[in-house]
């Protein structure tokens, strides 16, 4: 039965948190805007702070905005009618009282025995009771088999190897893989969605994007600002295990997989799985660490990542990472993968860049040395596509000039590129499970990752110094 025809609850767990205001209530909105909600949907939030509907309503009226319906009237219309269907029980996450009282409201307000999403937007110490108790409150026993439920998880899906498994065991004695959506939010977003479009809908990438054609792969993420009012959640995992193990591997598989048989969600995750198990795990040799540093920018100061009141101030927690990856196939044998992720830089940026490689023997040789073609695909900010190629400077000589194919998102298209979480929960109310992250493909990348992270922890390696804002250590 198609989705919007069926009522649907939204149960956010977690609903106090800075995920639901500023992420999840505004993707709801605006899918509501775009009228692809179900048409009977009730929104109901979760958490331990003691609020009532209409306060859970005055903390996430502030977060909307009218971008699909600029027209004032029509969207202060909207949002009231959107607001109507938002409610709120407070509770704790280990209670089955609490969960009582939460069904009890959905029989109430919402759709008993109808299709339900639960969304944990909250830190993974308290998915499994949480899981727990929506097991033995909503689904066990459960007489409806004609409606689904589903669960939406937010990473960190565990710290390593090992405590991933076990997070992924416990909650699979309580929710089938089906069932299960593990987001990476990376993975909705605009132009992370086209690299699949990009390299198997046009006939003329693929044919060079493998080792013969490709000298190297960058893939980058800066941002800007540093840990604060973070820094409690960070110190305990740093930049590889916030970034690099979960949207810069999902990146690596997207950008390295072989052709999927088809566009399912299964034979994409096959190639995923296929491609990020062909990596192989870091090794000391591979990486550098760095944390940032205080400094002065613009006259106004910065504090670094030791002087955070939420970080021990021996901390060797890692705020930058820059690695080599490497990749075993035959594609790829021989290219290096670069990563970069790191807070605090001169930048805020996702990007990924192929460098094909030098002409060999070019006729053109005597007019200076010519640069390589880069394909520069630009995640954020200012979507874009850029091919570099070697152009004639118009003129009476010969003098040849790198020049730039664009495809700039903002100037080509008029569409309003939607926010990775509209997708991803469009998604999830869909059935498509294409852009979620399958158990095998999430153990896949931690066995990248985790020896050097073992290694980190275990020789206490201490990160290099940089200064905030600048392009990260040397
Ligand atoms: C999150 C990380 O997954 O992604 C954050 O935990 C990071 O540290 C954020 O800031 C970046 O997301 P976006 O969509 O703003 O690039």
Request: aromatic residues 10%; proline residues 5%; charged residues 25%.
């Amino acid at each position: 039965m198609p989705y919007r025809s069926t009522p649907c609850n939204i149960v956010i767990i977690g609903a106090s948190g800075d995920l639901t205001r500023r992420k999840l209530i505004p993707a709801l909105f605006s899918l509501y805007c775009n009228e692809l909600l179900p048409d009977q949907i009730s929104i109901i939030g979760f958490a331990r702070t003691d609020l009532d509907d209409q306060k859970f309503r005055d903390t996430i009226i502030r977060f909307l905005t009218c971008r699909y319906e600029p027209e004032q009237n029509k969207c202060h219309e909207k949002m009231n009618d959107f607001l109507d269907k938002c409610v709120y029980v407070s509770g704790n996450y280990n209670s089955i009282d609490s969960f009582t009282e939460l069904k009890k409201r959905i029989n109430d307000i919402g759709f008993p025995d109808e299709n339900t999403l639960f969304y944990m937007a909250i830190p993974p110490s308290i998915f499994v009771e949480s899981a727990n108790s929506i097991y033995h409150t909503f689904t066990k026993g459960s007489q409806s088999q004609a409606r689904w439920s589903r669960i939406v998880i937010e990473k960190p899906f565990g710290r390593d190897s090992e405590s991933s498994k076990k997070l992924i065991d416990s909650l699979s004695e309580i929710f089938d893989e089906e069932q299960t959506y593990r987001i990476d939010h990376y993975l909705g977003k605009e132009v992370i969605q086209n690299l699949m479009i990009l390299r198997f809908a046009n006939l003329i990438f693929e044919p060079l994007w493998n080792n013969q054609f490709i000298d190297s792969i960058s893939i980058s993420w800066t941002e800007k600002i540093g840990c604060e009012g973070r820094a409690g959640y960070f110190d305990n995992f740093g930049i590889v295990r916030d970034v690099m193990q979960n949207h810069l591997l999902q990146i690596v598989a997207l950008v390295g997989m072989e052709r999927p048989d088809n566009f399912s969600a299964e034979s994409i995750c096959d190639k995923k799985v296929e491609l990020l198990r062909a990596v192989n795990p870091l090794e000391l040799d591979d990486i550098t660490v760095g944390q940032y540093t205080k400094s002065s920018l613009n006259g106004k100061s910065e504090l670094g990542y030791l002087e955070d009141p939420d970080v021990p101030n021996d901390s060797i927690t890692e705020t930058y990472a820059r690695a080599t990856l490497s990749i075993n196939n035959d594609r790829w044998q021989g290219v290096p993968f670069y990563l970069t992720a790191g807070k605090a830089l001169s930048s805020s940026m996702t990007e990924i860049r192929i460098e094909f490689k030098t002409i060999s023997n070019s006729i053109f040789n005597s007019y200076g040395d010519i640069k390589s073609n880069s394909l520069v695909i630009r995640v954020q900010p200012n979507e874009a596509i850029e091919l570099n190629i070697i152009n004639k400077l118009p003129g009476l000589d010969h003098q040849l000039e790198e020049a730039k194919l664009n495809l700039h998102y903002a100037s080509a298209f008029q569409q309003i590129v939607p926010d990775a979480y509209e997708r991803l929960i469009l998604d999830v109310l869909r059935g498509d499970r294409s852009l979620f992250i399958r158990a095998d493909e999430l153990d896949a990348s931690w066995n990248i990752v985790t020896p050097i992270l073992n290694r980190l922890e275990q020789e206490k390696i201490k990160p290099k110094p940089y200064a905030f804002g600048s392009s990260g250590p040397i």
